[in-house]
Nanobody
Framework: QVQLVESGGGLVQAGGSLRLSCAAS????????MGWYRQAPGKQRELVAR???????NYSESVKGRFTISRDNAKNTVYLQMNSLKPEDTAVYYC???????????????WGQGTQVIVSS
């Protein structure tokens, strides 16, 4: 099994910053994409940022210029630095990882348990 454990969520005032971390553990041969999604109450889960193992990055338009995704492949960890936070960034943030557990098994998408981010106005 593969576990993704997130940390770093919390309550912050508008304009503030938070840094989320997500560490993958378990039987891991290779991790392809790692990323962050979020889900606000009453809304669908949406992509925030995603980073391929080779370094290609995608951001949602709503966070470009404010959020930065990075990863430490040696530690199987992905980070999300969130600056200039807005009340509309309030959501549960989920980490994701596409993992190959061995060199021959199919890649599987795993999710973290989610971490709450609340931005007060």
């Amino acid at each position: 099994q593969v576990q993704l454990v997130e940390s770093g969520g919390g309550l912050v005032q508008a304009g503030g910053s938070l840094r989320l971390s997500c560490a993958a553990s378990g039987i891991i041969f290779k991790i392809d994409d790692m990323g962050w999604y979020r889900q606000a109450p009453g809304k669908q889960r949406e992509l925030v940022a995603r980073m391929a193992s080779g370094g290609t990055i995608n951001y949602s338009e709503s966070v470009k210029g404010r959020f930065t995704i990075s990863r430490d492949n040696a530690k199987n960890t992905v980070y999300l630095q969130m600056n200039s936070l807005k009340p509309e960034d309030t959501a549960v943030y989920y980490c994701s990882a596409v993992v190959a557990r061995t060199g021959v098994t199919p890649r599987t998408l795993y999710w973290g348990q989610g971490t709450q981010v609340i931005v007060s106005s």
